[in-house]
């Protein structure tokens, strides 16, 4: 599936669509953007995913390089949600598209 950036960024700032950072919580500690909910690649594989996202919006998905991402998608697809979207731009280039940083 094809996607932009900047309405990625946009579906954000209205809440239309979430962005899911698949990378584990020490990565999460060191730096992660400000419009993404953590959700590890470990606890997905476990069956476990966070209370309170919607699965029928669309979700993207973001990691340190782009290879989780494409093993998570199918995971949130067997856990309900309706469109996953492994970005292939991973955090350093996301913030370099200018996706804020978290604190």
């Given at each position: ?17 979430q ?7 020490d ?15 470990s ?57 804020p940083?978290?604190?």
């Open positions: 599936m094809s996607y932009d950036l900047d309405e990625i960024k946009d579906g954000l700032e209205d809440s239309e669509v962005l899911l950072d698949v990378r584990e919580q990565e999460w500690d060191a730096g992660h953007l400000a419009v993404t909910t953590l959700v590890p690649l606890a997905l594989r476990e069956g476990i995913c966070p209370d309170g996202l919607d699965k029928s919006k669309s979700t993207y998905l973001h990691c340190r390089s782009g290879r989780r991402v494409l093993e998570a998608a199918p995971l949130l697809e067997q856990l309900g949600f309706e469109k996953v979207v492994p970005l292939d731009e991973g955090f350093e280039a996301l913030m370099a598209e200018g996706f940083l978290g604190s």
